[in-house]
């Protein structure tokens, strides 16, 4: 099916949109906002030929069928903090925005439940789930801006993966609006349900291909009372394995954040982003252990038993322990500096990967010297939740502007090293458009093929969200 180009058509089908979904629901021409052109990703900004607000499943199912009965393109969009296109638009798409579809639905206290609405914001999950006096894990830097129903098409990760886990493990139930328009409701709250295929996770992942998701059911878990870290150096990034499989052995279920900061990282936030250093300067790898518990008469004694049986060892070079929350988010700003990197670095290209824990340092240094031979300048640094096999790394040649950054060149020595080592091109950010060209570096033949039969059996007219994913 082709993309209708009639513009009397095409006024007809945004008139009827608009007349059945009411006041404020369609936006076309000069009033498309300009943050529903792009999502984050660098991609050059592409204006739909409308936005389209609905209010419930109802109106997305409403909107889905008539799109589909003239051939327009729907891309769904959340929040739009999306590193990977997988939210932008083309020319002649109809963008469905989730933004008014916001607000929770209910929070079960005894099932430890909530149900939400898809376009609400994270971090307002997270406030009422603290209200309510339980904790929603699932944290961002984008927590302000970026949707639930984002988070749950690219399964968001974040920061406590390592206790928590992925969205997929977050999500009991959920309502979905399929290409054709069909609703299906499975608003399950029950941690055990077998009863057939669970259709959810068709949906966690696939970045808006398969259906929408309308509204979720999202678990709850006890508020921690008490927050303890540690920021740590290490000469070596054995040590630093050593130290997790301890955290893991000591800290058990109290462990709730791993993160891992290379010395290129370091210096940079430290020197170039003016952040400071609570431990002592010098060559080693950085880590900040967090750990979370529920009785601090206990937890906060286990922790510093743990740490001082450590530097006993002598596994730790140094290490600096928070006595406040204070503290703890000064610890943070070192591993979230890498929100200044735009003002620190200039143009800079960011990467998400996946990788077995023990080829993470190998991959490091093995990529930091390919970038440097092969392309003339080439700077990079390397963080991440080493803790459940996620690094970051940024690349960038000083002096050159966002478009002639050398990214082909880039991707392909970064892809081929993940690929050789049996990474994943992504970790959490998702595949979109920017990374389409590099799935068969992480998955077989014939898992595209079954990926694509699955978008052929859900959208057999390729409209929902094309040229995405697969």
């Known amino acids: 099916m082709h993309v209708i180009t009639t513009p009397a058509l095409r006024q007809q089908v945004l008139d009827d949109l608009r007349r059945q979904l009411g006041p404020g629901a369609v936006l076309v021409g000069d009033d498309v906002p300009a943050r529903n052109c792009n999502d984050w990703s660098p991609q050059a900004p592409r204006r739909p030929v409308a936005v389209v607000r609905p209010l419930d499943a109802a109106g ?50 005894a099932s430890a439940t909530m149900t939400v609405k898809a376009g609400t914001p994270l971090e307002r999950v997270q406030d009422a789930a603290d209200e309510a006096g339980f904790l929603f894990p699932l944290d961002l830097g ?64 696939s970045e808006g291909t398969l259906g929408i998701v309308t509204r979720v059911v999202l678990r709850l878990f006890p508020k921690p009372q008490c927050t303890m870290a540690a920021l ?14 301890a955290a893991r052995r000591g800290l058990g279920p109290l462990l709730s954040a791993f993160e891992v900061m290379w010395p290129d990282y370091w210096q940079v936030v430290t020197e170039r982003a003016g952040v400071r250093s609570p431990v002592a300067p010098g060559d080693g790898l950085y880590v900040l252990v967090e750990a979370q518990g529920t009785d601090e008469t206990i937890d906060r004694p286990r922790f510093e038993s743990w740490l001082e049986g450590l530097m006993e060892q002598e596994l730790l070079v140094d290490a600096a322990v928070a006595q406040s929350l204070a503290d703890i988010d ?92 049996g990474g994943s091109i ?24 079954l990926m694509r039969t699955l978008k052929a059996a859900l959208d057999p007219s390729g409209l929902l969200n094309p040229g995405k994913v697969v």
């Open 60 to 109: 997305v199912a409403l909107t889905l069928k008539v799109c589909r009965s003239v051939g327009f393109p729907v891309v769904p969009q959340g929040g739009l903090t999306g590193l990977c296109g997988g939210a932008t638009p083309e020319e002649g798409w109809v963008a469905l925005s989730l933004e008014r579809m916001s607000g929770i639905e209910e929070v079960d206290a």
């Open 142 to 205: 984008s927590r302000g801006s970026c949707a639930i129903g984002g988070n749950l098409s690219t399964n968001a990760g974040g920061n406590r993966v390592i206790r928590y886990g992925m969205m997929r493990e977050l999500v009991l139930g959920l309502e979905v609006v399929l290409p054709d328009g069909t609703i299906i409701t499975n608003l399950n709250k029950l941690l055990k349900n077998n009863a057939g295929y669970d259709l959810k996770h068709l949906f966690i992942g």
């Open 232 to 245: 740590c150096k290490l000469a070596d990034y054995d040590r630093v394995v050593a130290l997790l499989a």
């Open 330 to 421: 000064a610890f943070w700003a070192l591993r979230d500096a890498c929100a200044e990197f735009p003002a620190v670095l200039g143009p800079h290209v960011s990467y998400d990967i996946g990788l077995a824990v023990g080829r993470m340092d190998d991959f490091a240094r093995r990529c930091k010297a390919a970038l440097e031979a092969a392309i003339p300048g080439c700077d990079s640094v390397y963080y991440g939740h080493i803790g459940d096999g996620n690094l970051h790394l940024v690349t960038w040649v000083p002096g050159l502007a966002a478009a002639a950054q050398p990214k082909p060149a880039m991707d392909a020595i970064i892809y081929g090293l993940v690929k050789e080592l």
């Open 426 to 449: 992504s970790a959490e950010h998702g595949i979109g458009t920017l990374k389409k060209q590099w799935l068969g570096h992480a998955r077989s033949e014939a898992e595209i093929a």
